[in-house]
């Protein structure tokens, strides 16, 4: 049976989060997506800093300034319709209420290859 090609609109219908989090909040947020059934996902661990410019701390009675802050960054392929309920568990899981949480970004996925199989669009997520 030969596969049906789907339409420009159909391709273009994920989209990629890219959530930045504090790594002491990496299991909380993993085990809650997974739970709801969002299994595929990578995780890299960077370095960067916001709005607070890095930290101030205090080493042997001196200050010095961390520049840039360890974070890890989650990045997810989802279904247009799934991006709203990813956001909620990530934002969820990874608040903390403090300056560094983090931050979620969304972009559009042009289209999604499976290597092994050929398949196209959401079929390859």
Known sequence: MAARKKSSEEVRSMKKIEAIVRPEKVDDVKSALE???FVSMNVTE?????RQRGL????????????MVPKVK????VRDGDVEKVAA????????GNIG???IFVVPVEE????RTGERGEDAI
């Open 35 to 37: 739970r709801a059934g």
């Open 46 to 50: 960077i370095r960067g800093r916001g």
């Open 56 to 67: 101030k701390l205090m080493w042997r009675g001196s200050e010095y300034l961390v520049d």
């Open 74 to 77: 989650i990045e997810m392929v």
């Open 89 to 96: 568990i990530i934002k969820e899981n990874a608040y903390t």
């Open 101 to 103: 949480d983090g931050k």
């Open 112 to 115: 999604a290859i499976r290597i």
